[in-house]
């Protein structure tokens, strides 16, 4: 459980950075990050290398004993490589070019990009690759932010073209594959295949998919240049990118299994990421100032499988924010908490977004451990007093890697991406019906291991698939040789890879463990709302339900009362049918739970747990005071059973 923090020295006097560093380390701060936006700083001008200043900054944080990740700092290319390179800047979808003037202004296909990128980070790698202080590399900065991924430009039609000659060989097959007999929109060669945008209406589906799937590819391959200068210059140092909360522009599997990455490190902004995703306006206000109880959990447990087990947070909220559409204080007590947070879903470093305040540019309104005038924030404060906490107590010192969970939600990018491009209806977003589903489990006082559907599923006892366009044979294949209950929600097996219906009705291979086909679907508007019971649970279907038939031995668990079913199952295997109402999520994952012998607890609204270890960690995020679950023997290592808003408590279990 170690802390960190994002410092920028140059940004401040030189005079300061010796005091910075001693106080870090009076607050408990053991890794510091770097350089990430310092291009300008380290190359005024084209060829002209001024590492003296970086040099001092890096010696004087490592004398204090400090341990450094170094960014890369392509984020934000310098003006004079703009000025030389216009073709650098990346293009909208409709046709203009972004502007110079704040950050992520390049285009990821472009070759003179690519080409100065691996010319600054080798020459950065081979100053300080070897540094002893420096342990781990951060590639880039938020890759995708700001829309700036996909890029229309020109280079990004011609990589494109090439990447669709790769991947069918021939025109002819793209043809069939896309089935552009449609609306005639059959290609004579690759040349003559454009990008997706700027059509009177929609373009084909799979030619938007296969766009997606090459930016995708396009964002690893960016990052893969730097990662190969980087292993070379720099072999005993982690290498790490910083992801984005519920951020789906490429495929995070793909980009780490491309890649090799040592650890996957993520930032964390828990108010601003409630107040800016599609949760329920109550559950907005209910958690201003506290974060929805399951926002941060989500991607700390997605970055772990993404990881191979290892994350950090690079960036955590220390205080409010800039960029949400409106930026609480946040509550007493939650910077200390979302750490604490962190470190139970298996965070090995949990580092803060800034050492200072910056009372000028684009983040002067964005909060850091200290207040501009460098006294330390009330963020700051909570800090010092985890790491207090922590350094005093062997039993959070000392964690160990978290175990696998008993059950498994399975996360699918291009799933996100089928539905994004064919929502069908305007109110369904798949990510948030997964989220939907985490939060229920969660809710059920369960530890969730959220993985790819290619993953080794067979130790689960409960797998939870909220919905995925695609069932392939391999993942049918797992839930025959599985003993594991398994969840299926609506639009499973709903498309082919080629973006088709399948030729059997959906949910496609699915048939073979759950017979049944999907007839019809409909998008709900809020006025529809079909109603239904199970368990003595009653709740509606929203956004989206299908008309479908039970075949061969499938039952029918619950029906709605028009009388089309609601949940079906086969076995191990449930289907169900729509996106219900919260309740009816919960009580139908409850009971597939208690099939697969795992024992659940419905939590007040608000209180969350999580195990680590032989530890159990217990959050508030809720209102009201709560009890934590601890049994009466619990041997409390911090904090006490009875949780205000904003307490944590950590027992050991027995």
């Excluded at 207040?371 to 010192?397: F, H, K, M, Y």
């Excluded at 209102?623 to 808003?645: D, H, I, M, W, Y």
Aim: charge should be negative; hydrophobic fraction near 45%.
């Amino acid at each position: 459980m170690q802390l960190g923090v994002c410092y920028y020295p140059e940004q401040w006097p030189r005079s300061m950075w010796a005091d910075d560093a001693k106080r870090m380390v009076e607050l408990g701060i053991t890794h510091v990050r770097i350089a990430e936006f310092a291009w300008s700083r380290m190359e005024p001008r084209a060829g002209e290398f001024v590492w003296e200043w970086l040099d001092e900054a890096v010696g004087t944080l490592a004398a204090a004993g400090l341990k450094l990740v170094l960014g890369t700092p392509t984020a934000s290319p310098p003006k004079w490589l703009i000025d030389a390179h216009l073709d650098v800047l990346p293009v909208r979808a409709d046709g203009t070019r972004w502007n110079f003037g704040s950050r992520r202004h390049y285009d990821i296909s472009s070759a003179t990009y690519r080409r100065e990128c691996v010319r600054i980070v080798t020459a950065m790698a081979e100053r300080y690759g070897r540094h002893p202080s420096i342990v781990a590399w951060q590639t880039d900065n938020e890759l995708g932010c700001h829309d700036t991924v996909p890029s229309y430009s020109s280079a990004a039609l011609e990589r494109f073209q090439a990447w669709l000659q790769q991947r069918y060989e021939t025109v002819e097959a793209l043809n069939d594959a896309w089935g552009n007999v449609f609306w005639s929109m059959e290609y004579p060669s690759f040349g003559a295949i454009g990008l997706p945008n700027l059509t009177p209406t929609d373009a084909n589906p799979i030619h938007l998919l296969d766009f997606r799937r090459f930016m995708s590819d396009e964002v690893a391959s960016f990052h893969r240049e730097q990662i190969d200068v980087l292993r070379q210059h720099a072999p005993s140092a982690d290498l790490l990118h910083n992801f984005m909360g519920f951020f789906t522009t490429f495929d995070h599997y793909q980009f780490a299994e491309d890649n090799a990455l040592d650890v996957a490190a993520w930032d964390s902004y828990p108010i601003a990421r409630t107040e800016s995703i599609a949760l329920p306006e109550e559950q907005k206000a209910r958690y201003a100032r506290t974060a929805h109880p399951d926002v941060s959990a989500f991607d700390h447990d997605r970055y772990r499988a993404i990881g191979g087990g290892r994350f950090w947070v690079m960036e955590q909220q220390a205080g409010p924010v800039n960029w949400a559409p409106w930026n609480p204080v946040p509550a007493k007590g939650m910077v200390r908490l979302w750490a604490y947070e962190a470190f139970a879903h298996g965070a090995e470093l949990v580092s803060y977004f800034r050492w200072r305040q910056c009372p000028y540019a684009q983040e002067q309104m964005h909060s850091g451990l200290n207040l501009p005038n460098n006294e330390l924030s009330p963020g700051g404060l909570e800090v010092q007093q985890a790491a207090r906490e922590i350094a005093a107590t062997a039993a959070l010192s000392e964690l160990g890697a978290p175990a696998r969970a008993a059950t498994a939600v399975i996360f699918d990018y291009e799933t996100q991406w089928m539905f994004e491009i064919q929502r069908h209806g305007k109110s369904f977003d798949y990510q948030t019906l997964v989220f939907d589903y985490y939060e229920a489990l969660r809710g059920l006082g369960l530890d969730v291991d959220i993985v790819s559907s290619k993953a080794d599923l067979s130790a689960y006892r409960l797998v939870v698939v909220p919905s995925i366009a695609v069932i392939d044979d391999a993942l049918v294949g797992q839930i025959e040789r599985s003993a594991a209950q398994w969840v299926f929600g609506p639009r499973s097996g709903s498309k082919t890879t080629t973006f088709a219906i399948p030729s059997s009705l959906p949910p496609g291979a699915l048939q073979r463990v759950l017979p049944m086909q999907v007839l019809e679907v409909e998008s709900l508007r809020p006025t529809l709302a079909p109603a239904m019971s199970l368990g003595g649970v009653h709740g509606v279907a929203m956004h989206w339900r299908e008309h479908v038939r039970a075949n061969g031995e499938t039952q029918v668990d619950a029906y709605f009362d028009d009388a089309w079913p609601a949940v079906l199952s086969h076995g191990r295997v449930r289907y169900v049918a729509a996106w219900l109402s919260h309740a009816l999520h919960r009580e139908v994952l409850a009971q597939a739970a208690q099939d697969a012998g795992i024992e659940t607890q419905r939590l007040p609204d608000g209180l969350r747990i999580r195990r680590r270890g032989d530890l159990t960690f217990a959050f508030n995020f809720g209102a009201e005071q709560v009890r934590a679950p601890a049994p009466a023997n619990a041997t409390f290592v911090l904090g006490t059973s009875q949780l205000k808003t904003g307490d944590v408590c950590v027992w050991l279990s027995a």
